[in-house]
């Protein structure tokens, strides 16, 4: 049986990793998060990725504006098209709102979510991230497992290829090595976890 | 009754329409079509400069070469006549020519996804659509044009006869002497047989002389090989069944466990 | 990243509550789930929501929107259309594809890079509005309201320009609709019968159809082509005159294959024949011709043997067609066109269409050119406010015009020349909503230059089209599917058919997603913050509507109970109006210095070695917009070059072989396409479908695919009457693996 504080863990997780994907702002891009990401980094053995961070970060004027122009350019408007839209219909079916977002709204409902009134479209990667969070929190194993495989899973390795592809900033390369080596982990180990 | 499509070559313009207007109805694949249109020409016809289109589907074939090809243990099935009621129980593979309105369909739940009926129709009417999967075949199911058969049996017109902008495409049934149909095929409609073969594609062609020719000479397709088809079918019928008993013993080891888990869940709750 | 510890690990060690952070709102509820079905289920089944009007092109057919939760899953043609019923074409089939498209614009954003080399950053719209609305206004009170510029397109456009031209009080406004398409024809038609000519041509009822380069059928809009195919199967005789043996020539009787730039010698010969052989409408010429004499006598050299020499085609067939006109007079259908900005020669040629079908008598009769009597509906804008002086470039010192027959606004070129030279004043602010200057307008250099001349530039678009690449601030419009605006009215379109009218009005068929938000709500904001507020029209774009259809005495509440389309008894439109005139010759014309009766003027042929580039349409695009639209772009995905088949094997080359090209000033097709050889087009010039070769590095498809025709226009020509620009004037030689290939001497 896992253990109620390692299922905690996980929610923390892929919320910290949804806060991550957020348009950076100031009121949430505080020096206190960079203080967590460095020591989760640190933690996981990325010690090089928060030198490097660092480094970008020292050498920009203005540190926040160069992340959203990043940000702008990979998953809003490039010029003249985006780099990589955080949304899975794009992926798999080179389109916004898709049937799979359909689909996937009708699995948060049928686990007890549903989206807010001025939510993004329920494929983006940071609902996906939330719900995970949730299910997380739940301690819906299967809920979590079966989410991964089904709809997290398929698209996210395409993404995630081409935010490393385009990505010039160092930040979004890691937050999604980060989600990449969560999710993955997290469908590895999932079902030996839920043995008992 | 024998459903059959019309394309009058005289009043299409080659827009398109009724093959995105399909994409749409039917959500197809962006990399795929159930249906096409292709622009032939300007060349010359003898002397005359000619061009035309090949708005091409499905020919729902008197004879289709597709059916005995498939692979799928035949099951019972049981068909209802839209008009009358009648009903009659046929032992069908995957895919089949229906005994009352002469439209080829396809069992998707059936469809080992093993691509022969694709490789043997001489028109490519078919594809294997890869978004379409399950624990039968992970590699996507044959699709095709169903002549809108659900649409129809709604009482609806095909998508694409009902966004045709020029009336171009007209759509009804070629056993009723009187309908608009049959009254093109008496003006001398004619469907695209492949060389050599005989297969009565029930989507015919009207067009100018020498639009008809260009047509012909140009979108006559060959017989597929029927050997190639026939082996790949055969290993498909062999591996796939095969294959599906393996991924069902996994699968519902994963599945009992979710159930467990599931009950387990809300027994908490409660 | 190589992390070195497995999740598992990590879990077991770290604690992370440093990294907490707070939760999105969520709301709980039940619900089921099912696993999709494998067949999809047809979208017929879905709910129905009326009222859409397309744009995908400016024909605006009348939709329904089939919807699936809150996804709309197709759009169809409105059965309860007289227009054109449930039929929609292509583009208005691939709607979905741009409403739905991931690189649309979502958010306002602003360039913190540099202008054509942008780095765009997601701004608030409080932000975005306030920097256009300061940056305009310092434009507007240091160099006066004529230093701001408005490129405008499309239905959304009208309310901005309206307020740019009548509240603040610029002149400068270009529209693409007008001088890169049909303002010469618009122009050359109301100073011959004092009406814009529309494509209103009674096909359906003609006896004969003349067709001047126009490609129905690559050139799709829907209830024209149902009139024009309507027109064959009932008979009419189909004349096409094209150098390209096009979709409407192969539908042809007469296909004239003629010399590109020499239409109006091949009119002027048949006005001609028919004025000398008296088979021109006495009667009608009699009471409403004005200046036939002039006419008469100034077209007299015009023989059939002179035409077929400067047209290069048979002086028998120009007697053939001239003939089949006759005697299918008056119920003839002598097409104005649509996009005539072809050669600078086009005012003349336009005049001599209006000419020629008064010549036959067909006008206002069945078969020939009928306009049809629409209902009325209001048209609330911004008011026209009081300006010192119009400082309009197109007048010179001596109050002379430069282009006298200029479409409203101001020709592109005195706008571009000003903003270069800063004279007779600079233009320092510029607006582009809907339009992109970059790819309409020839001279793609030119136009960066004076997009970086600016100090301020502003974009509205649904799309992230080339031109936006230039703006400070880009602002995210919502699309046709998501929005109030437009009232489209009309008639059945057989006029055979019971005389009907329709009124109908854009209604949403979908919410708007993002950020995206309409013109009326962009341009108040704007008026606010430059001082306009007291003037502003209304607060809303559904008020707008409400206010427009008022006046024909309904509300969006009873078109909605219609299911959004109102129809009412028509009116007879062969009626002829009161005070009609066809005036062969124009005194006003000959006043401003250009001649007074239709008259040819040549145009410079291609130099030895060159061929003309000649372009057209797709019937899957409408200039850039369908670009980017994954369905069409699958559908056409490049633009083969037609080049002639005994030229081509001349040549050496063969059907698929990629080339480029190298235009007469040496610029050279940034991308490739292939060849299609064929016997259906001329030896003296190449075709190309226009839309294609977008410079888009991270498109998914289609990416270099074909060729921009446009970036090939280095030669800029202007029509002198209209300041309009003149599109096919450029020559193009073929490249190979990077190498020129000659066309031999022989050839």
Same mark, same amino acid.
């Given at each position: 049986?896992?253990?109620?504080?390692?299922?905690?863990?996980?929610?923390?997780?892929?919320?910290?990793?949804?806060?991550?994907?957020?348009?950076?702002?100031?009121?949430?891009?505080?020096?206190?998060?960079?203080?967590?990401?460095?020591?989760?980094?640190?933690?996981?053995?990325?010690?090089?990725?928060?030198?490097?961070?660092?480094?970008?970060?020292?050498?920009?004027?203005?540190?926040?504006?160069?992340?959203?122009?990043?940000?702008?350019?990979?998953?809003?408007?490039?010029?003249?098209?985006?780099?990589?839209?955080?949304?899975?219909?794009?992926?798999?079916?080179?389109?916004?709102?898709?049937?799979?977002?359909?689909?996937?709204?009708?699995?948060?409902?049928?686990?007890?979510?549903?989206?807010?009134?001025?939510?993004?479209?329920?494929?983006?990667?940071?609902?996906?991230?939330?719900?995970?969070?949730?299910?997380?929190?739940?301690?819906?194993?299967?809920?979590?497992?079966?989410?991964?495989?089904?709809?997290?899973?398929?698209?996210?390795?395409?993404?995630?290829?081409?935010?490393?592809?385009?990505?010039?900033?160092?930040?979004?390369?890691?937050?999604?090595?980060?989600?990449?080596?969560?999710?993955?982990?997290?469908?590895?180990?999932?079902?030996?976890?839920?043995?008992? | 009754?024998?459903?059959?499509?019309?394309?009058?070559? =005289?009043?299409?313009?080659?827009?398109?329409?009724?093959?995105?207007?399909?994409?749409?109805?039917?959500?197809?694949?962006?990399?795929?079509?159930?249906?096409?249109?292709?622009?032939?020409?300007?060349?010359?016809?003898?002397?005359?400069?000619?061009?035309?289109?090949?708005?091409?589907?499905?020919?729902?074939?008197?004879?289709?070469?597709?059916?005995?090809?498939?692979?799928?243990?035949?099951?019972?099935?049981?068909?209802?006549?839209?008009?009358?009621?009648?009903?009659?129980?046929? =032992?069908?593979?995957?895919?089949?020519?229906?005994?009352?309105?002469?439209?080829?369909?396809?069992?998707?739940?059936?469809?080992?996804?093993?691509?022969?009926?694709?490789?043997?129709?001489?028109?490519?009417?078919?594809?294997?659509?890869?978004?379409?999967?399950?624990?039968?075949?992970?590699?996507?199911?044959?699709?095709?044009?169903?002549?809108?058969?659900?649409?129809?049996?709604?009482?609806? =017109?095909?998508?694409?006869?009902?966004?045709?902008?020029?009336?171009?495409?007209?759509?009804?049934?070629?056993?009723?002497?009187?309908?608009?149909?049959?009254?093109?095929?008496?003006?001398?409609?004619?469907?695209?047989?492949?060389?050599?073969?005989?297969?009565?594609?029930?989507?015919?062609?009207?067009?100018?002389?020498?639009?008809?020719?260009?047509?012909?000479?140009?979108?006559?397709?060959?017989?597929?090989?029927?050997?190639?088809?026939?082996?790949?079918?055969?290993?498909?019928?062999?591996?796939?069944?095969?294959?599906?008993?393996?991924?069902?013993?996994?699968?519902?080891?994963?599945?009992?466990?979710?159930?467990?888990?599931?009950?387990?869940?809300?027994?908490?709750?409660? | 990243?190589?992390?070195?510890?497995?999740?598992?690990?990590?879990?077991?060690?770290?604690?992370?509550?440093?990294?907490?952070?707070?939760?999105?709102?969520?709301?709980?509820?039940?619900?089921?789930?099912?696993?999709?079905?494998?067949?999809?289920?047809?979208?017929?089944?879905?709910?129905?929501?009326?009222?859409?009007?397309?744009?995908?092109?400016?024909?605006?057919?009348?939709?329904?929107?089939?919807?699936?939760?809150?996804?709309?899953?197709?759009?169809?043609?409105?059965?309860?259309?007289?227009?054109?019923?449930?039929?929609?074409?292509?583009?208005?089939?691939?709607?979905?594809?741009?409403?739905?498209?991931?690189?649309?614009?979502?958010?306002?954003?602003?360039?913190?890079?540099?202008?054509?080399?942008?780095?765009?950053?997601?701004?608030?719209?409080?932000?975005?509005?306030?920097?256009?609305?300061?940056?305009?206004?310092?434009?507007?009170?240091?160099?006066?309201?004529?230093?701001?510029?408005?490129?405008?397109?499309?239905?959304?456009?009208?309310?901005?320009?309206?307020?740019?031209?009548?509240?603040?009080?610029?002149?400068?406004?270009?529209?693409?609709?007008?001088?890169?398409?049909?303002?010469?024809?618009?122009?050359?038609?109301?100073?011959?019968?004092?009406?814009?000519?529309?494509?209103?041509?009674?096909?359906?009822?003609?006896?004969?159809?003349?067709?001047?380069?126009?490609?129905?059928?690559?050139?799709?809009?829907?209830?024209?082509?149902?009139?024009?195919?309507?027109?064959?199967?009932?008979?009419?005789?189909?004349?096409?005159?094209?150098?390209?043996?096009?979709?409407?020539?192969?539908?042809?009787?007469?296909?004239?294959?003629?010399?590109?730039?020499?239409?109006?010698?091949?009119?002027?010969?048949?006005?001609?024949?028919?004025?000398?052989?008296?088979?021109?409408?006495?009667?009608?010429?009699?009471?409403?011709?004005?200046?036939?004499?002039?006419?008469?006598?100034?077209?007299?050299?015009?023989?059939?043997?002179?035409?077929?020499?400067?047209?290069?085609?048979?002086?028998?067939?120009?007697?053939?067609?001239?003939?089949?006109?006759?005697?299918?007079?008056?119920?003839?259908?002598?097409?104005?066109?649509?996009?005539?900005?072809?050669?600078?020669?086009?005012?003349?040629?336009?005049?001599?269409?209006?000419?020629?079908?008064?010549?036959?008598?067909?006008?206002?009769?069945?078969?020939?050119?009928?306009?049809?009597?629409?209902?009325?509906?209001?048209?609330?804008?911004?008011?026209?406010?009081?300006?010192?002086?119009?400082?309009?470039?197109?007048?010179?010192?001596?109050?002379?015009?430069?282009?006298?027959?200029?479409?409203?606004?101001?020709?592109?070129?005195?706008?571009?020349?000003?903003?270069?030279?800063?004279?007779?004043?600079?233009?320092?602010?510029?607006?582009?909503?809907?339009?992109?200057?970059?790819?309409?307008?020839?001279?793609?250099?030119?136009?960066?230059?004076?997009?970086?001349?600016?100090?301020?530039?502003?974009?509205?678009?649904?799309?992230?089209?080339?031109?936006?690449?230039?703006?400070?601030?880009?602002?995210?419009?919502?699309?046709?599917?998501?929005?109030?605006?437009?009232?489209?009215?009309?008639?059945?379109?057989?006029?055979?058919?019971?005389?009907?009218?329709?009124?109908?009005?854009?209604?949403?068929?979908?919410?708007?997603?993002?950020?995206?938000?309409?013109?009326?709500?962009?341009?108040?904001?704007?008026?606010?913050?430059?001082?306009?507020?007291?003037?502003?029209? !209304?607060?809303?774009?559904?008020?707008?509507?409400?206010?427009?259809?008022?006046?024909?005495?309904?509300?969006?509440?009873?078109?909605?109970?219609?299911?959004?389309?109102?129809?009412?008894?028509?009116?007879?439109?062969?009626?002829?109006?009161?005070?009609?005139?066809?005036?062969?010759?124009?005194?006003?014309?000959?006043?401003?210095?250009?001649?007074?009766?239709?008259?040819?003027?040549?145009?410079?042929?291609?130099?030895?070695?060159?061929?003309?580039?000649?372009?057209?349409?797709?019937?899957?695009?409408?200039?850039?917009?369908?670009?980017?639209?994954?369905?069409?772009?699958?559908?056409?995905?490049?633009?083969?070059?037609?080049?002639?088949?005994?030229?081509?094997?001349?040549?050496?080359?063969?059907?698929?072989?990629?080339?480029?090209?190298?235009?007469?000033?040496?610029?050279?097709?940034?991308?490739?396409?292939?060849?299609?050889?064929?016997?259906?087009?001329?030896?003296?010039?190449?075709?190309?479908?226009?839309?294609?070769?977008?410079?888009?590095?991270?498109?998914?498809?289609?990416?270099?695919?074909?060729?921009?025709?446009?970036?090939?226009?280095?030669?800029?020509?202007?029509?002198?009457?209209?300041?309009?620009?003149?599109?096919?004037?450029?020559?193009?030689?073929?490249?190979?693996?990077?190498? !020129?290939?000659?066309?031999?001497?022989?050839?």
């Amino acid at each position: 049986m896992p253990s109620s504080l390692s299922t905690d863990h996980v929610s923390t997780l892929y919320r910290f990793c949804a806060q991550s994907m957020q348009y950076p702002e100031p009121n949430w891009f505080t020096a206190q998060y960079l203080t967590s990401l460095s020591t989760l980094l640190e933690t996981l053995g990325g010690k090089n990725e928060v030198r490097l961070l660092q480094k970008t970060f020292d050498a920009s004027l203005d540190p926040i504006e160069d992340l959203q122009v990043e940000h702008t350019r990979l998953f809003i408007n490039g010029v003249p098209h985006v780099a990589a839209p955080p949304y899975a219909s794009v992926y798999l079916e080179k389109t916004l709102k898709g049937k799979y977002s359909e689909e996937v709204l009708l699995f948060y409902q049928s686990h007890g979510y549903t989206m807010t009134e001025n939510a993004d479209l329920p494929d983006s990667l940071i609902h996906q991230l939330e719900f995970l969070s949730f299910v997380a929190e739940d301690q819906n194993r299967s809920a979590e497992e079966e989410f991964l495989k089904r709809f997290f899973l398929p698209w996210f390795s395409t993404f995630s290829a081409r935010v490393t592809k385009e990505a010039q900033h160092p930040f979004y390369q890691i937050i999604i090595s980060i989600i990449e080596f969560f999710t993955k982990e997290e469908e590895e180990y999932g079902v030996q976890l839920n043995e008992a | 009754m024998q459903y059959g499509m019309i394309i009058d070559l =005289e009043r299409c313009v080659g827009c398109h329409a009724c093959t995105i207007a399909c994409k749409a109805e039917w959500e197809v694949p962006v990399d795929f079509g159930r249906n096409w249109v292709y622009r032939m020409g300007p060349s010359l016809v003898g002397t005359e400069m000619a061009s035309t289109y090949y708005p091409g589907l499905c020919n729902h074939c008197e004879d289709p070469v597709c059916v005995p090809e498939c692979p799928a243990d035949a099951e019972e099935m049981t068909f209802t006549d839209a008009k009358t009621g009648k009903t009659a129980t046929v =032992e069908v593979a995957a895919t089949w020519k229906d005994p009352f309105d002469g439209t080829v369909q396809i069992d998707k739940a059936r469809c080992l996804g093993c691509g022969a009926c694709a490789d043997v129709c001489p028109y490519n009417a078919r594809y294997i659509n890869p978004d379409l999967v399950d624990d039968v075949s992970d590699e996507g199911k044959a699709d095709k044009c169903t002549y809108c058969k659900p649409r129809v049996d709604a009482g609806l =017109e095909p998508a694409c006869v009902q966004t045709c902008i020029t009336d171009a495409r007209i759509f009804g049934d070629l056993s009723d002497p009187d309908s608009a149909v049959s009254r093109y095929v008496k003006n001398g409609a004619v469907g695209i047989e492949p060389n050599g073969g005989e297969l009565g594609p029930n989507s015919r062609y009207y067009g100018k002389k020498k639009d008809m020719a260009l047509l012909m000479e140009t979108q006559t397709p060959e017989l597929a090989n029927l050997s190639h088809v026939r082996r790949r079918a055969m290993l498909a019928s062999l591996v796939k069944p095969a294959m599906k008993k393996a991924k069902n013993i996994g699968l519902l080891g994963v599945v009992g466990a979710v159930i467990a888990k599931g009950v387990m869940d809300s027994n908490k709750e409660e | 990243m190589a992390f070195n510890l497995t999740r598992r690990k990590f879990l077991q060690s770290a604690s992370l509550a440093a990294v907490a952070l707070p939760l999105s709102e969520v709301i709980a509820s039940e619900s089921g789930i099912q696993r999709s079905p494998l067949e999809t289920p047809g979208s017929f089944q879905d709910k129905t929501v009326v009222g859409g009007i397309c744009e995908m092109c400016f024909w605006r057919c009348q939709l329904t929107g089939k919807t699936r939760n809150d996804r709309l899953v197709k759009i169809e043609g409105n059965p309860k259309s007289i227009d054109n019923g449930t039929a929609i074409c292509a583009r208005g089939n691939a709607g979905i594809q741009l409403l739905y498209d991931p690189d649309r614009l979502k958010y306002p954003l602003k360039n913190v890079g540099e202008r054509g080399n942008p780095k765009w950053k997601r701004i608030s719209w409080d932000e975005a509005l306030k920097e256009c609305g300061t940056k305009l206004k310092e434009v507007e009170e240091k160099y006066g309201p004529q230093g701001i510029s408005v490129f405008p397109h499309g239905s959304t456009a009208k309310y901005p320009m309206h307020f740019f031209e009548r509240a603040v009080g610029t002149h400068n406004v270009s529209e693409a609709s007008f001088f890169q398409c049909r303002g010469i024809r618009d122009t050359a038609y109301v100073a011959t019968t004092g009406m814009p000519p529309g494509e209103f041509v009674d096909m359906p009822n003609s006896k004969a159809i003349l067709l001047i380069g126009s490609h129905l059928g690559e050139n799709v809009h829907v209830s024209h082509i149902k009139r024009y195919i309507k027109g064959l199967q009932n008979g009419a005789k189909l004349i096409v005159v094209d150098p390209r043996y096009s979709a409407s020539a192969a539908k042809s009787d007469i296909w004239v294959k003629i010399k590109p730039g020499t239409d109006t010698a091949f009119l002027l010969a048949i006005m001609n024949y028919l004025i000398t052989e008296k088979k021109y409408d006495q009667d009608f010429v009699e009471e409403y011709g004005y200046g036939f004499d002039e006419l008469a006598a100034g077209i007299k050299e015009w023989s059939f043997e002179k035409a077929a020499k400067e047209c290069d085609v048979p002086a028998a067939q120009i007697k053939e067609v001239a003939d089949l006109l006759a005697e299918s007079a008056p119920g003839v259908s002598i097409h104005p066109g649509r996009h005539v900005s072809w050669y600078g020669n086009d005012f003349q040629r336009q005049r001599s269409l209006a000419c020629l079908t008064g010549l036959l008598g067909a006008y206002f009769v069945k078969g020939g050119w009928v306009p049809g009597k629409n209902p009325k509906v209001g048209g609330v804008s911004w008011a026209k406010k009081e300006h010192e002086g119009e400082h309009n470039l197109n007048v010179d010192e001596d109050d002379e015009y430069l282009h006298p027959f200029s479409p409203p606004g101001t020709p592109t070129e005195l706008i571009r020349d000003a903003a270069l030279t800063g004279k007779p004043y600079p233009i320092k602010g510029c607006v582009i909503w809907g339009q992109n200057p970059i790819q309409t307008i020839p001279g793609q250099e030119k136009m960066k230059d004076v997009l970086r001349q600016m100090d301020f530039v502003m974009c509205v678009d649904v799309m992230p089209t080339d031109a936006t690449m230039w703006a400070d601030i880009l602002l995210p419009e919502v699309s046709y599917l998501e929005r109030y605006d437009y009232i489209k009215t009309g008639t059945q379109w057989n006029f055979a058919d019971k005389q009907q009218q329709y009124i109908s009005a854009r209604m949403p068929l979908v919410k708007p997603m993002f950020e995206r938000k309409d013109q009326v709500y962009i341009t108040n904001e704007i008026a606010r913050l430059m001082g306009y507020e007291k003037d502003i029209p !209304v607060q809303t774009v559904e008020e707008m509507v409400e206010k427009n259809l008022e006046v024909a005495g309904l509300t969006l509440e009873q078109l909605r109970k219609e299911d959004g389309i109102h129809i009412r008894e028509g009116k007879n439109p062969y009626q002829m109006p009161e005070d009609f005139e066809v005036m062969f010759y124009n005194e006003d014309i000959e006043d401003a210095g250009f001649p007074g009766i239709p008259t040819y003027v040549t145009v410079e042929q291609p130099p030895k070695g060159f061929l003309r580039l000649l372009y057209g349409r797709v019937p899957v695009h409408t200039f850039n917009r369908s670009q980017n639209n994954i369905w069409l772009n699958k559908a056409m995905p490049d633009n083969p070059v037609w080049l002639n088949d005994a030229l081509a094997a001349k040549m050496g080359l063969k059907d698929g072989d990629v080339v480029g090209f190298v235009n007469q000033d040496g610029f050279k097709s940034r991308t490739t396409t292939t060849v299609k050889t064929t016997p259906g087009i001329r030896t003296d010039g190449v075709y190309m479908a226009h839309g294609y070769g977008s410079s888009n590095p991270l498109m998914s498809v289609g990416v270099d695919a074909g060729v921009d025709d446009t970036s090939l226009m280095t030669k800029i020509t202007v029509d002198p009457e209209t300041g309009a620009h003149g599109m096919r004037n450029n020559f193009v030689k073929i490249t190979k693996d990077g190498k !020129v290939i000659e066309i031999p001497a022989s050839a």
